[in-house]
């Protein structure tokens, strides 16, 4: 039992930590061989999804990726990092089969350590337009676990721009 409890709190301890990590640039290619850098994210919110097709909850989550890809799609970018080593010729059917509308990274070297360690799929993590991890995920997340993000910082926008107009005071001296 008290080896349990120290994994659990290692554990614990390792996705809270994770949870203001910066994230360091890294290159990859995508399944149709376009060469990226996770640098050229910056000032969007980037939703990294490990994954595999043959996973179930993996599966049963694309529909909201894809919604939220579609959605948010110039303030977001969704990366779906094989995990499965699926073959690059089978993701492309698989792709177009579940008409995936975001970017599928097949793996590799650079990316499945490139967030932290991945102890199982599927595995999101959310990160911020500057570029930091806000938070982690193992397990199936939903759509609605995912807009919180987006959602509050379009209320926090919104709420700095109306902090900004000045308020008439009712006086000459204002």
Same mark, same amino acid.
């Given at each position: 039992?008290?080896?349990?409890?120290?994994?659990?709190? %290692?554990?614990?301890?390792l996705?809270?930590?994770?949870? !203001?990590?910066? /994230?360091?640039?890294?290159?990859?290619?995508?399944?149709?061989? @376009?060469?990226?850098q996770?640098?050229?994210?910056?000032?969007?919110? %980037? !939703? %990294?999804?490990?994954?595999?097709?043959?996973?179930?909850?993996?599966?049963?989550?694309? $529909?909201?990726?894809?919604n939220?890809? &579609?959605?948010?799609?110039? @303030?977001?970018?969704v990366?779906?990092?094989?995990?499965?080593?699926? $073959?690059?010729?089978?993701?492309?059917?698989?792709?177009?089969?579940?008409?995936?509308?975001? +970017?599928? %990274?097949?793996? &590799? =070297?650079?990316?499945?350590?490139?967030?932290?360690? !991945?102890?199982?799929? $599927?595995?999101?993590?959310?990160?911020? $337009?500057?570029?930091?991890?806000?938070?982690?995920?193992?397990?199936?997340? +939903?759509?609605?676990?995912?807009? &919180?993000?987006? =959602?509050?910082?379009? &209320?926090?926008?919104?709420? =700095? @721009?109306?902090? =900004? @107009?000045?308020?008439?005071?009712? +006086?000459? /001296?204002?």
């Amino acid at each position: 039992m008290r080896l349990f409890k120290a994994i659990a709190a %290692v554990v614990i301890f390792l996705f809270s930590s994770i949870a !203001v990590a910066q /994230v360091k640039n890294f290159s990859f290619q995508d399944i149709y061989g @376009k060469n990226h850098q996770f640098s050229d994210y910056r000032g969007k919110w %980037v !939703v %990294v999804n490990y994954w595999s097709t043959q996973c179930q909850p993996c599966l049963a989550e694309i $529909p909201a990726l894809k919604n939220i890809a &579609q959605r948010y799609r110039n @303030k977001v970018v969704v990366l779906g990092m094989d995990a499965g080593e699926t $073959p690059d010729a089978q993701m492309r059917r698989f792709i177009r089969e579940k008409g995936i509308n975001y +970017t599928v %990274v097949p793996t &590799q =070297d650079s990316t499945i350590f490139a967030l932290g360690l !991945v102890f199982g799929v $599927p595995t999101t993590y959310v990160i911020s $337009p500057q570029g930091k991890i806000v938070n982690s995920k193992m397990g199936a997340i +939903t759509e609605q676990e995912l807009q &919180q993000y987006f =959602d509050q910082d379009a &209320q926090n926008a919104r709420n =700095d @721009k109306t902090s =900004d @107009k000045p308020t008439s005071c009712g +006086t000459a /001296v204002c």
